[in-house]
């Protein structure tokens, strides 16, 4: 019988710690209350990809926004890029062209990040993601960066195509799809 017992304090601890850890990765604060934080991003058209690319500045206006796409996987574990403006283990990344760096509302940053004084844009994205930890000493993203120039552009342009508020409306795309 002790054992039994023991058996269901031991499973009910586990289940708490789950739970509690479940909890953490969604910041309920932070998050909307339908399920926008989750939308698609908007699907391109090749030339609506072409359009968007064309306002871009160089090096990103010759990107792949398909393997940015593919890059991308790299963060989603910990950014979101939707409308939602979800805030996980990152910051929602909505938005985040023209944004102050530490700035996102719900998310709380490291003093390093705080003390950032930047506005992210193609260059200053590009020069963090080469190398967070050494640009930001200090900062709570473990990310290890890009190296490959190529790579880190085309991740770029695809976050500015997919972050960009009201950008998917100027080329006819939408979050079910291309018109």
């Known amino acids: 019988m002790a054992q039994k017992a023991s058996t269901v304090v031991t499973s009910g601890a586990v289940a708490v710690a789950a739970l509690l850890l479940l909890g953490g990765c969604h910041k309920a604060a932070s998050a909307a209350a339908d399920d926008s934080a989750f939308a698609e991003p908007p699907e391109f058209t090749a030339a609506q990809k072409t359009q968007i690319l064309a306002t871009f500045p160089a090096p990103y206006n010759t990107a792949d926004l398909d393997a940015g796409e593919k890059q991308f996987n790299k963060c989603r574990s910990c950014h979101t890029i939707t409308a939602g403006k979800m805030n996980m283990t990152g910051p929602h990344l909505y938005g985040v062209f023209g944004r102050h760096a530490a700035t996102a509302e719900g998310y ?14 193609f260059d200053t994205l590009d020069i963090y993601l080469k190398s967070p930890q050494t640009v930001v000493e200090g900062t709570k993203m473990g990310f290890m960066g890009i190296q490959n120039d190529t790579d880190r552009h085309n991740l770029i342009a695809y976050l500015k195509a997919e972050t960009t508020p009201g950008l998917a409306d100027s080329t006819g795309a939408n979050s079910a799809g291309s018109q």
């Open 108 to 121: 709380t940053y490291s003093d390093a990040m705080k003390a950032h004084n930047v506005v992210w844009d």
